[in-house]
């Protein structure tokens, strides 16, 4: 995920390099953050989810959701069409097209998991060739946005012989230097999805198996976060790099008893299953511990990598299942980030 002022920055770069001003300007700084006004159908899901169906919760999701229909290519799509029956400009809705592709692209470059084909397909996907702190894709966009910035004082009678030598400079090579500000980024972007793909066919020849793609996370701009299945067990994760290929690696055992609750894989199996109905669907490498306490079983579900990665906001929930051992009735409640455990919704799962 890059900033989103860095996704305005985008947006402003596309416009200055086409040398368009004022409501257009605008207009493309607005489509390169337009994908992020999903928080606003969210709330509408937040006030929603509790009172329907699971099946329908799930597909108010699939609409409403945080990165889902708003960051889709149907959507981009439908919005590309709009502007082209607005202006019947072709190239101020190529522009506009390249806008909110480029959000909807670093989102899925970075580390998050999509739904890009919805409707047509409810399978998430991810690239995850990009650190989420890349510092070239979330700083280099920013020169534009500090450009217009200071343009814009400066029209106001503002900051008045500050930063001469810089606006000269911009107005002397404003062609060439956003023309190569677009191509750097380009490349860039271009660039490490590739260089991911070598290193995790890399990985897999070493380890005699089939490294997942999309399963591989960026954990800094060079190093990634890789893991498979070793056995009916136990889980291999690795950090692997560009520069020393395997850097370090463990393995992780699925079900973890305490206290040696019986029928602990049953229990774990059974939080397996309802986990696999709920959205969004973040666990990729499920593990469970499982322990008995005055007539119930609690059974933890998180990720494998969970710690492996601090400050990250994907895979690092975790969900706690309390099953009554007598009625199997449960009650189930998750927890973001180590954060504030809460009780989910009895439609949560199905």
């Not at 510092?135 to 029209?155: D, E, H, Q, T």
């Not at 290929?245 to 055992?253: A, L, T, V, Y």
């Not at 601090?310 to 051992?325: H, I, L, Q």
């Given at each position: 995920?890059?900033n989103?002022l860095?996704?305005?920055g985008?947006?402003?770069l596309i416009?200055?390099?086409?040398?368009y001003?004022g409501?257009?300007?605008?207009s493309?700084?607005?489509l390169?953050?337009l994908?992020?006004?999903?928080?606003?159908?969210?709330?509408?899901f937040?006030?929603?989810s509790?009172?329907v169906?699971?099946?329908?919760?799930?597909?108010?999701?699939y609409?409403l959701?945080?990165?889902?229909?708003m960051?889709?290519?149907l959507f981009?799509?439908l919005v590309?069409l709009f502007?082209?029956?607005?202006?019947?400009?072709?190239?101020?809705?190529a522009a506009?097209?390249?806008a909110?592709?480029s959000?909807?692209?670093?989102?899925?470059a970075?580390?998050w998991?999509?739904?890009?084909l919805y409707?047509?397909?409810?399978?998430?996907?991810?690239?995850?060739?990009v650190?989420?702190f890349d510092?070239?894709?979330?700083?280099?966009?920013?020169?534009?946005?500090?450009?217009?910035f200071?343009?814009?004082l400066?029209?106001?009678?503002?900051?008045?012989g500050?930063f001469?030598?810089?606006?000269?400079?911009?107005?002397?090579n404003?062609?060439?230097l956003?023309?190569t500000?677009?191509?750097?980024?380009l490349?860039w972007?271009?660039?490490?999805?590739v260089?991911?793909?070598?290193?995790?066919?890399?990985i897999?020849?070493a380890e005699g198996?089939k490294?997942?793609y999309?399963?591989?996370?960026p954990?800094s701009?060079?190093?990634?976060?890789?893991a498979?299945?070793?056995?009916?067990?136990?889980?291999?994760?690795?950090?692997?790099?560009y520069?020393?290929?395997?850097k370090r690696?463990d393995?992780?055992e699925?079900?973890?008893s305490?206290g040696?609750?019986p029928?602990a894989?049953?229990?774990a199996?059974?939080?397996?299953?309802?986990y696999?109905t709920a959205l969004?669907?973040?666990?990729d490498?499920?593990?469970?511990?499982?322990?008995?306490?005055?007539?119930s079983?609690?059974?933890?579900?998180s990720?494998?990598?969970n710690?492996?990665?601090?400050r990250?906001a994907?895979?690092?929930?975790v969900y706690?299942?309390v099953f009554?051992?007598e009625?199997?009735e449960?009650?189930?409640?998750?927890?973001?980030?180590?954060g504030?455990?809460k009780r989910?919704d009895?439609?949560?799962?199905?």
């Amino acid at each position: 995920m890059v900033n989103t002022l860095s996704h305005l920055g985008i947006g402003l770069l596309i416009a200055l390099a086409l040398g368009y001003k004022g409501k257009k300007r605008g207009s493309l700084a607005l489509l390169s953050i337009l994908p992020d006004l999903d928080f606003i159908p969210y709330i509408l899901f937040a006030l929603l989810s509790s009172s329907v169906s699971h099946d329908t919760r799930n597909q108010l999701f699939y609409l409403l959701g945080h990165r889902e229909f708003m960051h889709s290519i149907l959507f981009i799509l439908l919005v590309t069409l709009f502007i082209w029956l607005r202006t019947k400009d072709r190239l101020f809705t190529a522009a506009g097209f390249a806008a909110i592709l480029s959000h909807s692209y670093l989102d899925y470059a970075t580390s998050w998991k999509m739904r890009p084909l919805y409707p047509f397909s409810t399978e998430s996907s991810i690239m995850g060739a990009v650190y989420f702190f890349d510092p070239l894709a979330n700083l280099l966009p920013l020169l534009p946005v500090f450009i217009v910035f200071v343009g814009y004082l400066k029209s106001r009678g503002k900051w008045n012989g500050k930063f001469n030598n810089f606006c000269t400079f911009v107005t002397n090579n404003r062609r060439s230097l956003y023309r190569t500000l677009v191509v750097v980024l380009l490349v860039w972007l271009t660039v490490l999805p590739v260089a991911k793909f070598f290193l995790v066919n890399q990985i897999s020849e070493a380890e005699g198996t089939k490294i997942s793609y999309q399963g591989t996370y960026p954990v800094s701009p060079v190093r990634f976060l890789a893991a498979y299945q070793y056995n009916d067990t136990h889980y291999k994760i690795m950090e692997i790099s560009y520069l020393s290929g395997i850097k370090r690696s463990d393995f992780i055992e699925k079900v973890n008893s305490t206290g040696g609750v019986p029928d602990a894989s049953a229990y774990a199996e059974g939080a397996g299953e309802l986990y696999s109905t709920a959205l969004p669907q973040e666990i990729d490498y499920p593990v469970y511990w499982v322990s008995e306490d005055n007539g119930s079983v609690t059974v933890l579900l998180s990720d494998a990598r969970n710690s492996y990665v601090e400050r990250w906001a994907y895979f690092r929930t975790v969900y706690r299942f309390v099953f009554d051992k007598e009625s199997g009735e449960y009650e189930a409640y998750a927890s973001e980030q180590e954060g504030r455990e809460k009780r989910l919704d009895e439609n949560y799962f199905e």
